[in-house]
């Protein structure tokens, strides 16, 4: 079904009669549990109605799982290329679950003495409302009870709806809603009851009205629990069960008043309303842990009646009796709390009022932490000795103060923030004395190699870390105090985008540099709306002499693209000079204007610049203009299978196998580095369009003159010790190890520790992930291995490097042009070639260098580097003529030559 579009037609027929006994035989309630567009795809497929299931099927692909709604009575699906009454009612009409409200909660607080909710709501694919009129409602329901409570919803515009959702089709700006939640009108006859009652929206729809709760979000006030005492003993929660916001008012028999270290015992201080009566007399509290079955009870003693009204208890813990073993770094464990009564039951104990929370140090060199949540549970914590924030702040020039406790060592420890999507850290400086840290960081202008740089866009969380760690796995969270959740969020306006710090598991704290692009940017509806409206209206304008450039999506300005804007420089070429980036990632160079991916300036760019360089694939929908050159240089000699001639095997993509002639059609011509790939990229691509035979412009910095000088900049600048080797480790990702989608794990074989001990002393690894992979490298800073991913251009690297590993990279091909020595890490060299990827040639019998299996051979083989060398000798000299040529440092000017000939014709 999926490639049906590319199927040849004396396979189509196959398929219709595949489809039509599949139908046949499949129980009906099964066939019900299709998705509305499964089953118009489905029914097609069976009625042999191939030309419109074609149509839907490439329409799908475009806009995945999104449709109209449309309809009085009945809501029916409508689908571009389909005739809706041509479907049979059972086909095109919608149960009511095929048409759920889709809704988050984006703010939760307290205003003026009531409970404010604001989020957005609506029905996927209903197109929704334009402006502030809505029919929407807003109800609170009684937990078994059918009485209900009516809210007034007030409509607001909301375009994160329209940017979080996936499909491009509608727009859910005024999907936005402001309800306030009176807690009066929770009493029952006038007095505080216990009860709970879940929010609930009502949205029209086609056919009716779609009903249901409200999601939480996942960070912030929107995400957590809160709490609000509205009487003596009273207690409003406003909490999330299965993620959906539920409103509880609970009247408290007993709950915590207080805690005090006493010495080496714990003391905590509860008041109780409870009679011996009813049996509600609290008699003892208890914890538990809930992964070790731990379980332990102490006594409450009355400590005599208050003139409140209530009855004081007082239980002793004593520290030594909480259980800490396997407390390390990075691994805390919480004891949950229970009141337990007279009359056997039990609740989780609660705190009033004023919270009690509190950090006492315990034996072991630990601590524990008296804490609590949005609900108010009271907890105990054992953990090491944690960094505790109880002052957050942004100065006016945007540097960001967390100052708060801290009662460890700090002679050993450094702070990082680690990014929650990459794995990735990055140091956070700080300062200690007398019990206190105080950290300072400017995320607007964050050092690099060649500058300064944004913090790239998510989440980082901030630890506490020992100074001599290879790794996070130790890595002590940063908390804010309990009592100063509240004063979250704080933002600060930087030069292109909000800096936050806000909150997720109630006390963790986060800094969040949000996106460069505006809402009104954001997201697939209003993409759509700069490609199908935008775009044509920049292309009706004339063309501009501009280059703009491509380097791996906007990640960098290096590779051959960079080396075509060297040599127009050279020339002094008449051009503006426009680089694509991707969240300002990128240091360019004086005179290069750098355009956002997806902001205005890249689509008038992409639609106005006589010239376009890239080196990677281009989108199905960019036409190239008459007039307009687009230069193809690509990014590498190909030893792994690619595009077609994947066909045959697990990785065919045969939609985007189907595009190639079209991709193609958009160059102006396509640069191979040598007369090995010429063939080979020409039928992977299916290339219609001229070939040109230069070399890779990126490799011309093997020639240069100044390359001597060049290296030796580029060691002062990575700060490498006079007098050490360099051995550059640059591997490929592997397709089957993934965190999901296009997010690869590192994959890292080199026992680190073991290297260092053998090599430390006059070599350092420099190692550099693809950009494809995530995590943090093992003993990156710790002076033997130093990450250079973000290196802005592997070419300096190859300067400097003695030594190259590599595996499947094409790295290799272009580390060639220096004849320094390579070795080729292959410790899953089968499962690669026979399952993987397969290729182009035998790589075992022509690899110039080693194929090595394990980490102990690899440093082996550096350590006698020079001996290897000879044994490859033959084999190198014989690569460097089959994949090297031609290798004279003329590639950017062949590249210039013909780009500027086009332009000009």
Known sequence: MKYFPEAPAEERAAFHTAAKDFLAHAA???????????????????????????????????????????????????????????????????????????????????????????????????????????????????????????????????????????GALHCYDWSGFEIGIDPARLRTRGEWRPGTWRLGIGIPRPGGMSVGSIARSNAGSGGHSQVRVLDDGVRLVAGFERNRLKLTLDVVPAEVESQEADGDALVVTLRSRGSATEGRTPTALRFDHEGTGYEAEYPLEPRGHGGDGWIRYRA??????????????????????????????????????????GVHRIPGGLECAVLTDGAGNFTLQARTVQPV??????????????????????????????????????????????????????????????????????????????????DHRRDVPVTIRPDLVGKLPLSHQGTHRTYTVERTDYDRIFLEPGPVLSPDLRGAYRQRLMRDVYTPEQRKLPLREAVLYNSFGGKQFSDSPRAVYEELMRRGTDVEHIAMVHDQQVVLPPGVRGVEWGSEEWYEALARSRYVVTNGGIREWFVRREGQVVVQTWHGTPLKRIGADLLGTPKANLAYIDSLPQRSRQYSFFITPNAFTTPIMSHAFRLECEVLE??????????????????????????????????????????????????????????????????GEDHVLLYRKHHKVLD???????????????????????????????????????????????????YDLEHYRDTLRGFYFDFTSRAPGPLIKTSEDLVDAIRNIDAVSEEYKEKYAQFRLDFCEPSDGLAAARVVDRMLEIGNG
């Not at 419109?52 to 449309?70: A, H, I, Q, S």
């Not at 409200?101 to 694919?125: C, F, H, M, Q």
């Not at 890779?696 to 700060?719: M, T």
């Open 694 to 759: 230069a070399g890779y412009p990126r490799n011309d910095v093997f020639h240069a003159p100044d390359r001597v000088a060049r290296a030796a900049a580029v060691r002062e600048k990575l700060g490498i010790p006079a007098g050490k080797k360099v051995v550059l480790y640059a591997p490929t990702w592997r397709d089957d190890q993934r965190y999901g989608g296009r997010r690869f794990k590192l994959d890292n074989q080199i026992d680190i520790a073991a290297a260092e001990r053998r090599l």
């Open 316 to 357: 002793r813990l004593p520290f030594a009796e909480l259980p800490v073993e396997g407390v390390v770094p990075g691994k805390a464990r919480k004891y949950r709390a229970f009141i337990v009564f007279a009359d056997g039951k039990a609740r989780r104990a609660t705190m009033g009022a004023n919270q009690c929370t």
């Open 28 to 166: 009906p309630k099964l066939v019900r549990k299709f998705s509305p567009l499964a089953r118009v795809k489905w029914h097609l497929a069976a009625s042999g109605r191939g030309d419109e299931l074609v149509d839907v099927l490439r329409y799908e692909r475009e806009n995945p799982g999104v449709f109209t709604v449309k309809g009085l009575r009945r809501a029916r699906i409508e689908l571009p290329g389909v005739e809706s009454a041509s479907l049979p009612p059972t086909v095109r009409k919608f149960t009511r679950r095929e048409l759920p409200v889709t809704s988050k909660l984006t703010e939760l607080a307290w205003r003026d003495g009531r409970l404010v909710a604001r989020g957005y709501a609506y029905i996927p694919n209903v197109p929704s409302a334009t402006g502030r009129r809505s029919l929407r409602i807003a109800v609170l329901r009684r937990q078994g009870s059918r009485s209900t409570i009516p809210l007034r919803l007030r409509t607001v515009r909301e375009p994160r709806a329209t940017a979080e959702a996936k």
């Open 389 to 470: 924030v109880d002052r957050a702040e942004w100065s006016e020039d945007g540097e960001l103060l967390l100052s708060g406790t801290y009662a460890g060592p700090a002679d050993a420890v450094k702070f990082v923030l680690r990014h929650t999507g990459r794995n990735e850290d990055k140091p956070f400086p700080a300062e200690f004395h007398e019990g206190r840290f105080t950290a300072r960081v400017t995320p607007d202008v964050m050092p690099t190699y060649d500058g300064t740089l944004p913090l790239r866009a998510g989440r980082w969380l901030p630890f506490l870390r020992a100074a001599d760690e290879w």
């Open 776 to 826: 943090s490298i093992p003993g990156a800073g710790q002076g033997f291995v130093w990450d250079v991913t973000y290196h802005p251009d592997i070419a300096d690297l190859y300067l400097i490097a003695d030594v190259l590993i590599t595996d499947y990279s094409s790295v290799l091909f272009d580390f060639a042009h220096c004849g320094r020595p390579m070795l080729f890490f292959t």
